[in-house]
T-cell receptor, first 112, second 112 residues
Framework: SQQGEEDPQALSIQEGENATMNCSYK?????LQWYRQNSGRGLVHLIL?????REKHSGRLRVTLDTSKKSSSLLITASRAADTASYFC????????????FGTGTRLTIIP | DAMVIQNPRYQVTQFGKPVTLSCSQT?????MYWYQQKSSQAPKLLFH???????NEADTPDNFQSRRPNTSFCFLDIRSPGLGDAAMYLC???????????FGPGTRLTVT
């Protein structure tokens, strides 16, 4: 069964506003990662947060992880038109088998 | 620049005609992955190699096979493509024990 579910499925905001997307998962994890995918392209790794971490920052990105609720959120501050893309969370289980399970994704549109 | 390269970017094949997609990497990573991604869906792992060790996902159809002749190259063979196999195929790599995955740009497969 699919590990991650993302919410919302689609999000449209004005340029300059903040965008928040959420990810829920079902089983214990080693880490959770966020990826961006521009239309028709491959995925680009954004940030990784480990199961013993609660918050992580990278530039305009802020990721939180709540293992008790099995959920994570990705905040993009001061959005830009170039942030328009699909965003996927992906979890690595704690089996040490090198695999990621991807969530359903959030389609983010930034309106100039 | 170190990268993951996929060829071709677009592939059209006929129903039932075997097709091979290729992936190469200059990152010298131990692990290589093949994902299938259908429109507006999450990437779905088909199989991965840890060095020469092949790991097939339980629900990957027998129609899909893979070869990894050396560290740098990995191939996806679809023996008898059906219309349902039309999708984006993504190759990714990661370091042994590392968690971040590096994706190629993908190959868009069309089956006529």
């Amino acid at each position: 069964s699919q590990q991650g579910e993302e919410d919302p499925q689609a999000l449209s905001i004005q340029e300059g506003e903040n965008a928040t997307m959420n990810c829920s998962y079902k089983t214990s994890i080693n880490n959770l990662q966020w990826y961006r995918q521009n239309s028709g392209r491959g995925l680009v790794h954004l940030i990784l947060i480990r199961s013993n971490e609660r918050e992580k920052h990278s530039g305009r990105l802020r990721v939180t992880l709540d293992t008790s609720k099995k959920s994570s959120s990705l905040l993009i501050t001061a959005s830009r038109a170039a942030d328009t893309a699909s965003y996927f969370c992906a979890t690595e289980g704690n089996f040490g088998n090198e695999k990621l399970t991807f969530g359903t994704g959030t389609r983010l549109t930034i309106i100039p | 620049d170190a990268m993951v390269i996929q060829n071709p970017r677009y592939q059209v094949t006929q129903f039932g005609k075997p097709v091979t997609l290729s992936c190469s990497q200059t990152l010298n990573h131990n692990v290589m992955y093949w994902y299938q991604q259908k429109s507006s869906q999450a990437p779905k792992l088909l199989f991965h190699y840890y060095d020469k060790d092949f790991n097939n996902e339980a629900d990957t159809p027998d129609n899909f096979q893979s070869r990894r002749p050396n560290t740098s190259f990995c191939f996806l063979d679809i023996r008898s493509p059906g219309l349902g196999d039309a999708a984006m195929y993504l190759c990714a790599t990661s370091r042994a024990g590392g968690e971040e995955q590096y994706f190629g740009p993908g190959t868009r497969l069309t089956v006529t």
